[in-house]
């Protein structure tokens, strides 16, 4: 049996509009950040903030205008999202739990919206 170790870096979430796949990888260091940031969404980042959380959604600022394609999972966004933790204006991985928690509701969401699609 293997065991699941925690980042001591924590956990993001990456909605693949390729695949429509969300993929949990290891949040980079604070020197790193922007730089993977804008290699995982192409290019310039905009952040969201979710009012009533300490999460936040990135995605490419110019997403529209680069004319990428809808993310199937997060339909107001284009091209591929993160969604990370935020503390004190700094961005933070999330507890593996939690990414794995976001992950079943945005798959469980997913089956849902297929499904209505099918009826």
């Known amino acids: 049996?293997?065991?699941?170790?925690?980042?001591?870096?924590?956990?993001?979430?990456?909605?693949?509009?390729?695949?429509?796949?969300?993929?949990?990888?290891?949040?980079?260091?604070?020197?790193?950040?922007?730089?993977?940031?804008?290699?995982?969404?192409?290019?310039?980042?905009?952040?969201?903030?979710?009012?009533?959380?300490?999460?936040?959604i990135i995605g490419n600022e110019n997403g529209q205008l680069l004319q990428l394609p809808i993310n199937p999972r997060v339909l107001c966004y284009f091209g591929t999202v993160v969604v990370v933790a935020s503390r004190r204006n700094r961005f933070v991985g999330m507890p593996l739990l939690r990414a794995l928690l976001i992950k079943s509701a945005m798959d469980e969401l997913q089956r849902e919206r297929l499904m209505r699609e099918i009826v």
Request: charged share 25%; aromatic share 8%; glycine share 8%.
């Open 1 to 56: 049996m293997t065991v699941e170790t925690e980042s001591p870096r924590g956990y993001f979430l990456v909605f693949s509009h390729e695949t429509g796949e969300v993929i949990i990888e290891e949040a980079p260091s604070q020197q790193d950040m922007l730089k993977w940031l804008q290699t995982k969404v192409g290019g310039y980042i905009e952040i969201v903030g979710c009012p009533e959380s300490d999460l936040c």
